[in-house]
């Protein structure tokens, strides 16, 4: 079975600075890993996900996220802020001979001007 | 390319009443997947339809059907509705047919209350 642990509930912060939501996994297999955003009353957008090669994955907007296997972790990161980022951010995992998602239960980032 | 559509937005129904959702996948996707999201909570797997065939099926009782229809779009089904079944309902797309693992495409869901 698989689990994902967003240890994060909420992240406040204010406009600029520097951010890290925290995602851990487990799974008895491999997986794949993915981050999803989702903003007041929408649905989930994909923000970036981990298939293989380069352990270090990028999105459009600026946000990055590093696949850590030995720490089981895929935590997701963007050096500034801004006031569009506040939304709900999810992870995933999906095991490799399914296409089933586990999510964690999200973190709300806050962004404060 | 259209992406994926869900209707309709919102519902309210009481316990006991029966239920459909409906869901468009994105074009030249082959295989929706149907979620569950209960206030403050992630997403929770509850089936997938590939080419028409249920694929594989979350922790959700039986009253919780679906089907999938030859162009791909799909319907959930919920059954003798319950308080907790309040919740966004998400469909999301793919297709299964290119060998890697594929994005699932999410819609705007459909928010459900039950009264």
């Known amino acids: 079975a698989q689990s994902v642990t967003q240890l994060d509930s909420q992240v406040p912060v204010f406009e600029e600075a520097p951010v890290e939501l925290r995602c851990n996994y487990s799974?008895?297999?491999?997986?794949?890993l993915f981050w999803y955003v989702q903003y007041p009353n929408q649905g989930l957008q994909l923000l970036l996900k981990?298939?293989?090669?380069?352990?270090l994955v990028e999105s459009i907007n600026g946000f990055e996220a590093e696949f850590n296997k030995s720490q089981t972790s895929f935590h997701l990161r963007k050096p500034s802020v801004h006031i569009s980022d506040t939304a709900e951010y999810f992870c995933a995992v999906s095991p490799h001979n399914t296409d089933k998602l586990i999510f964690g239960t999200g973190t709300r980032l806050q962004v404060f001007p | 390319e259209t992406g994926v559509t869900q209707s309709p937005t919102h519902l309210i129904k009481t316990r006991g009443q029966q239920v459909t959702l409906r869901c468009s996948s994105q074009?030249?996707?082959?295989?929706v997947s149907w979620y569950q999201q209960a206030l403050g909570q992630g997403p929770q797997f509850i089936f997938q339809?590939?080419?028409?065939?249920?694929?594989g099926r979350g922790n959700f009782p039986p009253r919780f059907s679906g089907l999938q229809f030859p162009n791909y779009s799909s319907e959930l089904n919920v059954n003798a509705l319950e308080l907790d079944d309040s919740a966004l309902y998400l469909c999301?797309?793919?297709?299964?047919?290119?060998?890697?693992?594929?994005?699932?495409?999410f819609g705007p869901g459909t928010r459900l209350l039950v009264l």
């Open positions: 339809y590939y080419r028409e065939e249920e694929n």
């Open positions: 981990y298939l293989s090669g380069s352990t």
């Open positions: 999301a797309s793919s297709s299964r047919d290119i060998p890697a693992q594929e994005t699932q495409y």
């Open positions: 074009s030249g996707h082959n295989t």
């Open positions: 799974s008895s297999v491999s997986v794949y």
